[in-house]
């Protein structure tokens, strides 16, 4: 082929040049345009160019702030609806995070994760949900519900590619204890500001309960939860003494902020998984039996001293401790055992609870209690024999995962992780049965990023990777050790 001549060349390169530059002024023109409308809107449009360029260019940056966006996404932020599904923050991070999977796929030849221990059951669960669409009460309320077993799917891709190494691990795990707390300071400025009780933040305020950032008292709770064990358990592989008690005053305002929503669900699952974990590590049996006395003080301390809306949602906690089995679960998991009985164990399928619900209790279908009550129950109601075996299936492989990654990271700074994580999961999982609904709260996000650990510490015992180091207390402290309590 012909060489072009320099002059050209040159004739090109200044054409090159000048659309540059006319573009760059007809963006700016752009921006001030819509500075001198709405200042607001400017700055979100720079802000979000620079968030595409940083994450096309380091996606686990995606990871955390997708991370971050399902913490704090709630109805109450939420700009825009589009049937029964709100838009809001979390859905443009997770599209852009897709973006960035697709760009290293195509420029990068960066593969996509495709295949994880847990994948086969759900996708199996995931087939059979939209089969019952077929003899679903309200195909719409299904719709919805499958929409978010594909989010899940979606946010379980991005997380499980770009989650690769130890420290990408390590990474987003920070990021979300820096999302909690953020999240709780947030619900307690809200508080003080005086805006908790007014516009979309007011829909979720009653009974008593702080709510923060307009999340409904249980979701706000479970929000915080997930995190409240690891970072004690990083806290104490610490070296540096000031990180330590950055990580230890992190998890217990986390704990504070989580109680002051007055959810017995939050409070009893992290109590729950605390146990768990103290069984099975000496070291952090110990540090946990300090913390139930701490956990007493704080308690005792906020209400003694009527600290306003705090001590009303401790006392919620105290007070209800008999009406966990109360009225309107019992209730609730009647009619879930009608709805199984009436279907022949096949269930009444995707949505459509609260259709069918005013043919069992008119008593539930006139009340703000219409769900189950309870992920088994739920389960036992729209899906049946088939939905119940199905996610047997998925535990039994979460928790042949928790072992395999136990005895990989035995010695290991990650060890702590290993099994703090499973200990949180297993704690909501008790709890599950008396509330909760199987595809809300970041569970799905938390066992994600488990299982991203899970392969990144698989490819390191295949290829004889040395992983992080734990300090020698840690060590010295494993399971089997003897140490005391």
């Keep these: 082929m012909a060489r072009l001549s320099p002059r050209i060349e040159r004739a090109f390169r200044w054409c090159g040049a000048w659309y540059v530059l006319l573009g760059i002024l ?22 979000g160019v620079a968030v595409v360029f940083t994450v096309l260019e380091r996606p686990v940056l995606g990871v955390a702030l997708l991370v971050a966006a399902r913490l704090l996404d709630t109805s109450a932020n939420a700009f825009l609806r589009i049937g029964r599904t709100n838009i809001g923050f979390f859905e443009p991070i997770l ?8 760009v290293h796929v195509v420029q990068r030849r960066r593969a996509v994760v495709t ?13 059979f949900a939209c089969l019952s669409l077929a003899w679903s009460a309200d195909r719409g309320e299904g719709l919805s519900e499958i929409l978010t077993l594909c989010v899940v799917l979606a946010n379980a891709t991005v997380i499980l590619t770009f989650v690769r190494t130890p420290g990408d691990f390590l990474f987003v795990l920070y990021a979300w204890i820096a999302a909690s707390v953020a999240i709780g300071a947030l619900g307690i400025a809200s508080e003080v500001l005086g805006i908790e009780d007014s516009g979309p933040w007011k829909a979720a305020a009653g009974g008593g309960r702080e709510t923060g950032l307009g999340q409904q008292p249980n979701w706000y709770a479970m929000t915080l939860m997930f995190i409240v064990h690891t970072t004690f358990g990083l806290a104490l592989v610490q070296r540096r003494r000031l990180w330590r008690w950055v990580l230890v005053a992190a998890g217990l305002f986390v704990f504070v902020s989580q109680m002051r929503s ?45 600290l306003g809306a705090t001590s009303r949602a401790f006392l919620r906690i105290w007070d209800n401790l008999d009406y966990t089995w109360g009225n309107v679960r019992g209730m609730n998991w009647q009619v879930c055992l009608r709805m199984f009985h009436d279907t022949w164990g096949l269930g009444i399928g995707a949505g459509g609870y609260v259709t069918r619900l005013q043919d069992y209790s008119w008593y539930l279908y006139q009340s703000v209690y219409r769900y189950p009550h309870g992920i088994a129950w739920g389960l036992l109601a ?16 979460v928790l042949v995962m928790a072992r395999r990654l136990a005895n990989w990271t035995r010695d290991s700074l990650l060890h702590v992780v290993a099994w703090t994580m499973p200990a949180t999961m297993l704690g909501y999982a008790a709890w599950s049965f008396v509330e909760f609904e199987y595809n809300e709260k970041p569970f799905w996000e938390f066992l994600s990023l488990y299982t991203a650990l899970y392969l990144v510490v698989r490819e390191a015992v295949r290829t004889g990777t040395p992983l992080p180091a734990a300090p020698e207390p840690w060590s010295r402290a494993g399971p089997g050790s003897g140490g005391s309590g």
């Design 26 to 47: 007809v963006v700016q023109a752009v921006l001030a345009l819509v500075l001198a409308w709405e200042w607001r809107v400017a700055v979100a449009l720079v802000l």
């Design 95 to 102: 599209l852009l995070a897709l973006v960035a999977a697709a």
């Design 115 to 127: 295949s994880w221990p847990w994948l086969l059951p759900f996708l199996a669960f995931f087939g």
């Design 262 to 306: 007055g959810s017995r669900g939050g409070t009893y699952a992290i109590l729950i998984g605390g146990l768990l974990a103290a069984l099975a590590q000496p070291l952090f049996r110990k540090w946990f039996l300090r913390f139930l006395v701490l956990f007493v003080v704080i308690f005792t301390v906020a209400v003694v001293a009527d």
């Design 382 to 397: 729209h899906y049946g024999v088939a939905g119940i075996l199905l996610f047997g299936w998925l535990a039994v492989t």
